[in-house]
């Protein structure tokens, strides 16, 4: 059974710092991972999709990389801002399902 | 993309009750997929639903507590039957676009169920 692992749990920065978070995967044999954004009260927003023939992808201050062989990957946010406070997820698929971790709470301080 | 729209937004119910939740999405797929989300918790596959089939639940999870429909292409509904405190969680629907080159998840606002 895929196990997904999120840390930290929790994270406070001031505005303008860049953010790392990490998700960890326990089989390596996942067809992509996708990094969601949750913000309280609302559904999910796709942030990043990668592929796992893929080592990174990027939008605007984004950048997701991912390291299949060892189950991890990290999402860069650059330049933080107070938009960017949310709950991050990350999830793998494998065959058909999504298996999601328990997310990274992020404040960015103003 | 997809634009999926959810109702109800949110609900109080008594326990031992049931509520049916609707999941509509703004063009055709084959595959819905409907999550719970326990306070503090990540989300979790209840089942897979493809139009003109039988859902396929997950362990943990079953046809008479989470009955599902899937009628046509572009619209589910789940139903939490015989409610418990314990029921009450954020519920999901998701669904799956393909295309050549990659299968993308995107997720209905949820319902907000709480069970007294």
């Known amino acids: 059974k895929q196990e997904v692992t999120q840390i930290p749990a929790a994270l406070s920065v001031p505005e303008g710092e860049n953010l790392v978070l990490n998700c960890s995967f326990t089989?390596?044999?996942?067809?992509?991972l996708q990094w969601f954004r949750q913000d309280p009260g609302k559904g999910l927003t796709s942030l990043l999709l990668i592929q796992s023939s893929q080592r990174e992808q990027t939008s605007g201050r984004l950048n997701a990389s991912l390291d299949k062989s060892s189950g991890r990957s990290t999402l860069y946010i650059a330049a933080s801002q107070p938009g960017d406070s949310a709950t991050y997820l990350c999830a793998v698929r494998d065959d058909y399902k999504l298996s999601f971790g328990a997310g990274t709470t992020v404040t960015v301080r103003a | 993309s997809a634009v999926i729209s959810q109702k109800p937004s949110r609900d109080i119910c008594q326990r031992g009750t049931s509520l049916t939740i609707q999941c509509q999405v703004d063009?055709?797929?084959?595959?819905m997929f409907w999550y719970r989300q326990q306070p503090g918790q990540s989300l979790t596959l209840i089942a897979t639903?493809?139009?003109?089939?039988?859902?396929?639940?997950e362990s943990g999870f079953v046809i008479d507590k989470f009955p599902i429909s899937r009628p046509n292409l572009t619209f589910s509904t789940l139903t939490v039957s015989n409610m418990s405190p314990e029921d009450s969680s954020i519920y999901l629907c998701s669904v799956e676009f393909r295309d050549q080159y990659q299968e993308t998840q995107y997720f209905g606002p949820g319902t907000r169920l709480l069970v007294l």
């Open positions: 063009s055709q797929v084959t595959m």
């Open positions: 089989d390596s044999a996942i067809y992509n």
């Open positions: 639903a493809n139009q003109g089939s039988e859902a396929t639940y």
